[in-house]
């Protein structure tokens, strides 16, 4: 999860770097730039791809949705990273689509403002841009995230590009990895795979930790772990390990050696492109035998 520490691994990273800050990466980047870092299958689907609204008990959620343009896919739900839906979400869930998936990348901050809620090549190096999203991202309850969730498989199950008879997969960056959990949980005959990409506070102390519900829950799973998360708190993986075995499910649990929280979107300023690249393929290779 974001905080002072990821903060200072990320400063100190750059420095001896003497990589681009993440506000200049953000200038270069923009538009067709971005796509660019994404690499395509030689066998990509064309996709159809815009913005759609949800209805929710608490308002509209604004989201992205991309699909193959033609027959019904399994759905995959994203929960962004703290920065929220932003163009690099929107190329990550198109780049999923052209693997076969119809995807819903969602603005959690949809209660309080329209995504993008920061602008382009925002950071949390940034006062101001921490200032504005702690709030943002304290009034994210597990009760809402559960709220949320039951409102967008019940959107994707609604649409004639999600397949019906096969099961969803979610994958969730930072704060999104204990909400795809909390999703498998609500909804174990739906969600078959999920995801999670250094994602923040998968292991508390709470009665409501996100590892004290993998026994509600019937999805595979992927933790793709920071370095320095791991560094952090070095007995989470265990216990994610001990949750899964207990209840008899797959879980791949792996800590990414050399990589600083925020390592997986493309316009992290601590981006690692060959460890995200294989993040992304051990995910594919879930979605295809869990999802099937």
């Known amino acids: ?25 953000g200038a270069l980047s923009a538009g067709a730039g971005l796509a660019m870092l994404l690499p395509r ?3 990509a689907l064309e996709v159809t791809a ?22 019904a896919w399994p759905g ?16 990550m869930a198109r ?12 603005n959690p ?46 959107f994707l199950d609604s649409l004639e590009a999600v397949a019906k008879d096969r099961r969803m997969g979610t994958t969730g960056y930072c704060m999104g990895g204990s909400m795809t959990m909390r999703t498998a949980a609500a909804f174990p005959d739906r969600i078959g795979a999920g995801a999670s990409f250094h994602g923040g506070r998968l292991v508390t102390d709470r009665p409501d930790s996100p590892h004290r519900l993998v026994g509600k829950m019937r999805a595979h799973y992927l933790f793709a772990i ?22 008899g499910l797959p879980a791949e649990i792996e800590v990414y050696a050399g990589t600083l929280h925020g390592w997986c979107p493309p316009d992290s300023a601590v981006y690692d492109e060959a460890q995200a690249e294989r993040a992304w393929s051990r ?9 099937a």
């Open 283 to 291: 995910m594919l290779v879930l979605f295809e035998t869990a999802l």
């Open 76 to 91: 995959v739900l994203i929960w962004p990273d703290a920065l929220g839906l932003r163009p690099a979400f929107e190329q």
């Open 109 to 154: 901050y949809y209660r309080r403002e329209k995504a993008p809620v920061v602008a382009e090549g925002a950071t949390f190096r940034d006062e101001a841009v921490r200032q504005k999203i702690f709030p943002l991202m304290r009034s994210l309850t597990p009760e809402r995230t559960v709220t949320d969730a039951t409102a967008f498989v019940g």
């Open 50 to 71: 815009g913005n759609v609204e949800v209805a929710t008990p608490d308002g509209t959620a604004d989201c992205h949705f991309v699909h193959p343009s033609s027959g």
């Open 226 to 247: 920071a370095e320095n998360d791991d560094a952090k708190d070095p007995d989470a993986k265990t216990a994610l390990r001990t949750a899964f075995d207990a209840a």
């Open 41 to 43: 299958a030689a066998n």
């Open 1 to 25: 999860m974001c905080d002072e520490r990821t903060i200072r691994d990320a400063e100190d990273r750059l420095r001896r770097s003497g990589r681009l800050t993440r506000r200049e990466f």
């Open 95 to 106: 780049r999923l689509a052209e693997a076969g998936y119809a995807v819903l990348v969602v």
